[in-house]
């Protein structure tokens, strides 16, 4: 079994920066991919960010040029540097990891979620 434990969420003014990150703990064998999410209050959950084993990134349209994604991949552990921060950003962010936990299978993990809140 896997777990994902976010931290680095608070509170931040506009125009100021959080870096969240993510440890994934357990029976791993390998990690493919691993990502943020991110999901106000009345609204769909949202990709912000991937990056896949080979180092690959991806992102959301709304966050390209202010957040970087990264891993270490020797913790298991993936970042989120958030800069420039917009009222907007606010929303509970997700950590979320496709991992290969056995032999045959890869499977979906998330975490328990990190609140951002920025004020204007």
């Known amino acids: 079994q896997v777990q994902l434990m976010e931290s680095g969420g608070g509170l931040v003014q506009a125009g100021g920066s959080l870096r969240?990150?993510?440890?994934?703990?357990?029976?791993?064998?390998?990690?493919?991919?691993?990502?943020?999410?991110?999901?106000?209050?009345?609204?769909q959950r949202e990709l912000?960010?991937?990056?896949?084993?080979?180092?690959?990134?991806?992102?959301?349209?709304?966050?390209?040029?202010?957040?970087?994604?990264?891993?270490?991949?020797?913790k298991n552990t993936v970042y989120l540097q958030?800069?420039?921060?917009?009222?907007?950003?606010?929303?509970?962010?997700?950590?979320n990891a496709h991992i290969r936990d056995t032999y045959y299978s890869v499977n979906n993990y998330w975490g328990q979620g990190t609140q951002v809140t920025v004020s204007s």
């Open 82 to 95: 958030m800069n420039s921060l917009k009222p907007e950003d606010t929303a509970v962010y997700y950590c």
């Open 48 to 74: 912000v960010a991937v990056i896949t084993s080979a180092g690959g990134t991806d992102y959301a349209d709304s966050v390209k040029g202010r957040f970087t994604i990264s891993r270490d991949n020797a």
């Open 20 to 43: 969240l990150s993510c440890a994934a703990s357990g029976v791993i064998f390998s990690i493919n991919a691993m990502g943020w999410h991110r999901q106000a209050p009345g609204k």
